[in-house]
């Protein structure tokens, strides 16, 4: 069966110029500290992660034909490398406010150092494929929904829909290669159990590592409104869960969630821009 990735898709590595506010605003988003940590905490991930993707990917480069997928594959490769370069800058300024990244970073170094010596090239790409589904569904609601990132420093929210674009429009390279050289449902489902407690965990620890730094860990203030802002009534993360479960399903496939001319839209403040300079 024919892979439904729209089979015109260019997926090709951007460059834009983020300026990060000197000296850096810790509360950048609006002020508010819970919302700017919880990117934060999620930043950190990405660069000893996507480096990571780019290995599992490139592993089996060599035995996909279809030239289409092949061009993809280095248009992944191209933008993961760019995403990985931009979080090490925000990983610096965060390190430069005093967070303690070298402790935060620790257990994913490890934890990444241990599953490429001891677990098979099979497992490394199933757990890219789970990775990338959840940037998936998080970069669609960041380009739906504009409330995700209002009041933020705007050089900080162009920073991430330039992530959320270039996360939606590779979203099913890894999948896609996953399907070709392996397919089975199972391992990936298992894949992304683990991939889901660890990235809460991980999250969640840099979250905390940062409000404590801050002085704001126990206040109650900041925990009711930042999870009532996760998973309230109108909570940003509660209208993914479904889109998260879609991946459990044997025939999901990531463009049964077709954002297509959503990326088509967003497209045009980056491409646009770099033409202009």
Known sequence: MPSPTPP????KPRQPAFTLAQPWSRHW??????KSHFFDAMSLLFPDGERFFIDSVRHYRDQV??????????GFIGQEAHHSREHDRYSLALRQCGYDLDYLERRLKRR???????LPPKVHLASTVAVE?????????????????AGADPDMAK???WHALEESEHKAVAFDLYQQVYGSPWLRRRAMLHSTLYFTLDTFKGLVHMLKRDGLLWNWRIWRDGLGWLWG?????????????????ADFHPW????????????REFDISAEAR
Request: net charge positive.
């Open 8 to 11: 015109d898709l260019q997926i």
């Open 29 to 34: 988003h609006g002020g508010n500290a819970f």
């Open 65 to 74: 034909t279809d030239p289409q997928l092949q061009k993809q594959i280095g």
């Open 112 to 118: 990444l150092a241990f599953v490429r010596k001891h």
């Open 133 to 149: 589904h959840f940037t998936a569904i998080m970069a669609d609601a960041i380009l739906k929904n504009p409330q995700w990132l």
């Open 159 to 161: 920073l991430w829909r």
């Open 233 to 249: 009534s109108r909570g940003i993360l509660r209208p993914l869960v479904r889109a998260y479960l879609d991946f459990y399903k």
């Open 256 to 267: 049964q969630h077709d954002n297509l001319q959503l990326i088509l839209d967003y497209r």
